[in-house]
């Protein structure tokens, strides 16, 4: 869905303006990777998450399936990472090899989620971290859950409009589940995209 759509900006000067990228940015920035340690962000679009690690001696690998964010990436990258084209379901990296493993946004549109979180287990090393941010289908009391109470037309637009098929969100239980079955232990657990954050970024 996002094979079309990438812009080009400049990393340095570049202005984060939503509300969920400085939250996104803050919590990237408070993780300890390892000097020397492997990074790599699923679903990286132009990179951005990428820019935010704090480490020295890294190495970042951005992963996409969109061929057009990707050669962005690659041009205006500043920080010597790493760009390839691959799918979630099949990441090319060997067993235990990833000390960090970033998705954004992504899980939700695989036609196998198990399968993307069983490939994160299998790359990352023991004592590996994995950030992941997804949008959860018992969102309750945020302004979508309003929106689909209130507007359902217009709230199942907007699902469509980002591929979010109903059939693939996942519940906090699944996701749960799907971390303890691959032996991934939840550290914390962060809900924010409440009322104020959807308005502000979405709508607003």
């Given amino acids: ?8 900006v400049d990393p340095k000067t570049h202005v984060f303006t939503t509300i969920q990228e400085h939250f ?9 990777v390892p000097d020397g340690g492997v990074v790599v962000d699923i679903g990286c679009f132009i990179g951005e998450k990428l820019w935010q690690i704090q480490a020295k ?4 690998v951005g992963v996409d399936i969109a061929m057009p964010a990707l050669q962005v990436a690659q041009r205006i990258d500043i920080f010597g990472h790493k760009f390839i084209a691959a799918d979630m379901e099949r990441l090319p990296f060997k067993d235990n090899s990833i000390d960090l493993v970033i998705v954004f946004d992504v899980i939700e549109h695989l036609t196998h989620a198990e399968k993307g979180f069983s490939e994160v287990a299998r790359i990352l090393k023991p004592g590996g971290q994995f950030l992941l941010h997804i949008p959860i289908k018992d969102n309750t009391w945020s302004l979508f859950w309003w929106k689909q109470k209130l507007f359902s037309q217009a709230a ?7 591929g979010h098929s109903p ?4 519940t906090t239980n699944r996701i749960k ?7 991934m232990k939840l550290k914390k657990e962060i809900y924010y995209n ?3 954050v959807h308005f502000w970024d979405r709508e607003f």
């Fill in 1 to 8: 869905i996002w094979s079309g759509k990438s812009y080009q």
């Fill in 24 to 32: 996104s940015n803050r919590l990237i920035r408070s993780l300890q």
């Fill in 57 to 60: 001696n890294y190495l970042g």
């Fill in 156 to 162: 199942q637009k907007d699902y469509d409009d980002v």
């Fill in 167 to 170: 059939s693939r969100m996942l």
């Fill in 177 to 183: 589940k799907y971390l303890s079955k691959y032996n």
């Fill in 194 to 196: 409440s009322f104020f």
